[in-house]
């Protein structure tokens, strides 16, 4: 049966941009990894997914290209949509463990999706470590990554023992006859409330937004605010060119790390004066650092950029679908070695970037000055390629643990496309309690992302280090007396737990007349507060 009128929808000339950015070498593809603590049943799987995921229309949309390529390409519901062409089961390769998953998610994200049926396609893996995992697939002209999170995690449920879902039919049953004369705009309600069963604690207290996107939402709304931000973005310069930034392949790699406990991560940064995205953002640039150098990078006063997307999104939107974000440049100073120096220039530079509106600019926005799909591919291929070295996105995942099918999702991490020749993806997500940082990269150019994750975790313990109380009994020097160095493992980090940088407190006194109890900066007697005191 061929679609009708009303069946067809058009795309916006920003998606239609994104569904037209796919190169052989950068796939405009959101991929993401979902473990699980226990093994997942298929077959609920499957019925979950049917009567909570693709009661979104867009689920069960394909892409109809126009004849001869004149005018916007449309959506059209799939006349032999079926969730087995969508949903398959796969076998981890021996000995099936976390570095085997790694590759398999690296091998998919790499490979392109069938573009005569719907963008979007899951890979279960049923037997993972002590459960199973789903590799998820889809496409950014269906929606941005924010957004595909959020519906993605509607279908969890916020209890162990959660009932099978029940069809939407059955829902509808349960209402009015009123109601049911009224199917769509009910149905339309129905895939609401679904969307948001489990998203609308989405938003972790300690995990902090780069930027908050709602200081930018009245900007976004006027044509000369979009104007005027789009014109400084384009006057931005090329970035430094280091190994970083090449001619990328087919081939990816990708790695993650295993959770960070997230109060630890405010307890350092409670320590050293920054927020959670401080402390990561930190421990991202010495870890970019330390790669670089082993590379044999200059690394000297380097300054290299990243792009951070921003979600412009209301929280209050009933349409989830499509792509409604901004752009953040931000220059990341790898020259600065020393941590908590590295962490106030980061610090003063993201301020810089909360207080200007013109900093972002949303693609979301750029339909409304008059751009055409080809002048928006042209600029999405400048802004990254040129302007930026990586690509970081930031999402504030659920508080509690969720579960699909029944069974508790352990880990999440997602990677958002990396366009314009761009051949690093950086990515922290934050779920119960927990922050996982995870790397993408071209294998060509950066063939051991896993180099990057060992540098992130040394830098991190660097943190954590400075940030521990000192142990009762541990000799301090005194004044004059000379501190010996730290001695230096191969990966750049300092051996010992009770190093002096390390472990003396402030030897200045408060305003009270009390002793004060942050700890001194690196090699000198007093901390960054009462810096240039007199002891």
């Known amino acids: ?14 998606d239609a941009a994104w569904l037209h950015i796919d190169t052989p070498s950068n796939l405009a593809v959101i991929t993401g990894v979902i473990t699980f603590e226990s ?37 059209e519901f799939d006349p032999d949509f079926a969730i087995a062409n969508h949903l398959e089961r796969i076998h981890l390769p021996e000995p099936g463990d976390h570095e085997a998953l790694q590759r398999m998610v690296a091998k998919y994200m790499s ?17 993972y470590q002590t459960g199973s995992a789903l590799i998820c697939r889809l496409h950014h002209c269906i929606a941005d990554g924010m957004a595909l999170v959020q519906v993605l995690l509607s279908a969890a449920d916020k209890e162990a023992n959660a009932p099978w879902p029940e069809p939407v039919d059955a829902q509808l049953r349960q209402l009015r006859p009123l109601a049911r004369l009224l199917r769509p705009a009910v149905k339309a309600v129905l895939d609401w409330q679904h969307s948001w069963r489990a998203t609308g604690d989405l938003v972790h207290e300690g995990m902090d937004m780069l930027v908050q996107p709602t200081r930018f939402m009245q900007a976004a709304r006027y044509g000369r605010d979009a104007s005027k931000a789009l014109g400084k973005l384009l006057l931005i310069g090329p970035d430094r060119q280091t190994v970083l930034r090449g001619k990328c392949g087919v081939a990816k790699r990708t790695v993650w790390t295993e959770g960070i406990d997230l109060n630890e991560i405010k307890a350092i940064g409670g320590l050293m004066g920054g927020t959670v995205n401080d402390i990561l953002l930190s421990a991202v640039t010495g870890a970019l650092r330390r790669y670089l150098e082993g590379r044999g990078e200059p690394v000297d006063g380097l300054d290299i950029r990243i792009v ?3 979600n412009l999104r209301p929280p209050d939107a009933a349409e989830l679908f499509g792509n409604r974000f901004g752009l953040v440049f931000l220059s990341l100073p790898i020259g600065v070695r020393d941590p908590l120096r ?7 530079r993201m301020d810089a970037i909360k207080a200007s509106p013109e900093a972002v600019v949303a693609f979301g ?10 002048q928006i591919e042209d600029l999405i291929v400048a802004i990254f390629g040129m302007k930026g070295s990586a690509v970081i996105t930031n999402v504030p995942g659920p508080r509690q643990p969720l579960y699909l099918a029944g069974s508790q999702i352990k880990n999440l991490m997602f990677w958002v ?14 779920y119960a309690g927990k922050v996982v940082v995870g790397v993408a990269s071209d294998s060509g150019l950066i063939p051991d992302p896993e ?5 992130f975790n040394a830098e991190f313990e660097q943190m954590r280090r400075w940030g521990r109380p000192p142990e009762k009994n541990v000799p301090q020097p005194q004044e004059g007396q000379s501190v010996p160095p730290a001695r230096q493992t191969e990966s750049g980090t300092q051996e010992g737990r009770h190093q002096p940088e390390d472990s003396m407190l402030c030897q200045a006194l408060t305003k009270s007349g009390q002793r004060c109890k942050n700890r001194a900066l690196p090699n000198a007697k007093t901390c960054r507060i009462h810096q240039g005191q007199r002891i």
Request: net charge positive; no cysteine.
């Open 39 to 75: 093994p997942v049943d298929f077959e609920r799987l499957k019925v979950t997914f049917e009567r909570r995921l693709i009661i979104h229309s867009r689920f069960r949309q394909r892409v109809n290209e126009p004849i001869l390529g004149l005018g916007p390409p449309t959506w």
């Open 451 to 455: 180099k990057i994750l060992d540098a």
């Open 1 to 14: 049966m061929s679609p009708t009128f009303m069946d067809i929808e058009p795309f916006s000339s920003v």
């Open 111 to 127: 490979t392109p999706l069938d573009p005569a049926r719907p963008l979007w396609k899951f890979h279960f893996i049923e037997h």
């Open 365 to 374: 926005i750029v339909a409304a000055i008059g751009m055409t799909p080809t």
């Open 308 to 310: 951070v997307p921003v």
């Open 417 to 430: 496309p990396m366009p314009g020749n761009l051949s690093l993806g950086l990515s922290i997500i934050s």
């Open 342 to 348: 590295r962490l106030i220039v980061l610090k003063r």
